[in-house]
């Protein structure tokens, strides 16, 4: 979870500047947690409480009402709606590294992927981006090769991943979808070395910066067993109070073993 968050704090800054280069400060002063942090840790909270996750996300939502959410999640959010929007975006896929982590199971993890992306992103795409993000966590933290992640992504969800990133990164733009994010940001992972390098990867593509590093990042952290204490200090060093502490109880009880 903490390589997820690390990732959009990275991209925070080239959400509206796009770059297309590795090259470039990886924690720059101005960097800062976004709703993509913010519903991350909602949901390891979620899950430690055993609370309901609509509820849960409402509450963080007027806790950091200015995090950059999405249009249709300020909506939902100031509501008193219960049900989902039928969402393909991305914020489904961004949220959920934390499920990668308490499932024992792949089968377990793509039934609650499904269950936690199903309150706002019922729509095919979205359940399938959170499920895809979540089983190559869960693949990755049990040591599953590169090359399997990749054959059961593509098999499974019927993504695309023969691309590689010199082939998408000059035409790739903007894109909020779970189907335009989620396959580019598990390329940035299949071809890193590091979990520097998979961020680096992510934010070189230009795009929705902050998601794309967001999802390469979980991936990587689990792939790569950890973050480094550099990364680590910098995300916790960014962010506030009550979300340290359900940031690192999580670690304690899911991810520190």
């Not at 400060?25 to 991350?40: I, N």
């Amino acid at each position: 979870m903490i390589g997820a968050i690390a990732g959009d704090i990275v991209g925070s800054i080239y959400e509206w500047a796009n770059i297309k280069t590795k090259e470039f400060e990886l924690f720059s002063p101005e960097a800062f947690f976004t709703d993509d942090s913010v519903l991350t840790v909602a949901l390891a909270d979620s899950i430690l409480n055993d609370a309901d996750y609509g509820a849960v996300m409402k509450s963080y939502y007027f806790r950091y009402p200015n995090s950059g959410y999405g249009g249709s999640f300020h909506q939902w959010a100031q509501s008193d709606q219960d049900s989902p929007y039928n969402s393909w975006g991305n914020g489904s896929a961004m949220r959920t590294s934390p499920v990668g982590y308490v499932c024992s199971s792949l089968e377990d993890t793509l039934n609650q992927a499904k269950h936690y992306a199903s309150f706002t992103h019922n729509h095919p795409e979205g359940v399938k981006g959170a499920q895809a993000t979540a089983a190559a966590i869960y693949l990755a933290r049990t040591g599953e090769p590169k090359e399997g992640i990749r054959k059961y992504l593509t098999t499974t969800f019927d993504y695309d991943l023969t691309q590689t990133l010199d082939e998408i990164r000059p035409h790739y733009t903007f894109d909020v979808s779970c189907q335009g994010t989620v396959p580019p940001a598990i390329v940035a992972f299949l071809e890193s070395d590091s979990f520097e390098d998979a961020v680096r990867n992510a934010i070189s593509l230009g795009g929705d910066s902050d998601t794309l590093a967001c999802i390469t990042g979980g991936i990587a952290e689990a792939f790569y067993g950890g973050v480094t204490d550099r990364v680590y200090n910098n995300v916790m060093n960014r962010l506030d109070r009550e979300l340290k502490e359900v940031v690192a109880e999580f670690q304690g009880k899911y991810m520190l073993q």
